[in-house]
């Protein structure tokens, strides 16, 4: 069983930044694609962005140019640098480290950007 938790949510004014941390438990780690997700008040689970076990990343339209995904599998965690926030990005973040047969969700860290 892995356990994930997400770190380095908070209040921020539009225009910053923040840096969320996702650290897993467990061994295998460096096996497991990751991604960051996002749920806003009233609206589904969206996708943020993924980075493989390759390291390959992908990201929403909405988030291209500002955030960015990264991993340390030394560490066992998964990064998302968050910059040049907006309103619309104020949300709850999760990540998830997933496989072909295996999903896991950490338990969520709120983003809310505001004035």
């Known amino acids: 069983q892995v356990q994930l938790v997400e770190s380095g949510g908070g209040l921020v004014q539009p225009g910053g930044s923040l840096r969320l941390s996702c650290a897993a438990s467990?061994?295998?780690?460096?096996?497991?694609?990751l991604g960051w997700y996002r749920q806003a008040p009233g609206q589904q689970r969206e996708l943020v962005a993924v980075?493989?076990?390759?390291?390959?990343?992908n990201y929403a339209d909405s988030v291209k140019g500002r955030f960015t995904i990264s991993r340390d599998n030394a560490k066992n965690t998964v990064y998302l640098q968050m910059n040049s926030l907006k309103p619309e990005d104020t949300a709850v973040y999760y990540c998830?480290?997933?496989?072909?047969?295996?999903?896991?969700w950490g338990q969520g860290t709120q983003v809310t950007v505001s004035s």
């Open positions: 998830k480290l997933f496989t072909t047969n295996t999903i896991y």
């Open positions: 467990g061994s295998a780690f460096r096996l497991y694609d």
């Open positions: 980075i493989t076990s390759g390291g390959i990343t």
